[in-house]
């Protein structure tokens, strides 16, 4: 997904605290196709 430059956020710590706050996670799944990741809300 593209993000324009103004709206993207590259501190860790701010990265960190907002997938404890609000659940984020990454599924990825590999098969004969290739690999692929999704991202998701946990909650």
Known sequence: MYVLTHFGEDKRE?????IREYG???LIVADE???EGEGDGWH
Do not use: N, S
């Not at 701010?14 to 907002?18: E, P």
């Open 14 to 18: 701010t990265l960190q605290q907002l």
């Open 24 to 26: 984020f996670g990454l």
């Open 33 to 35: 196709d290739g690999i």
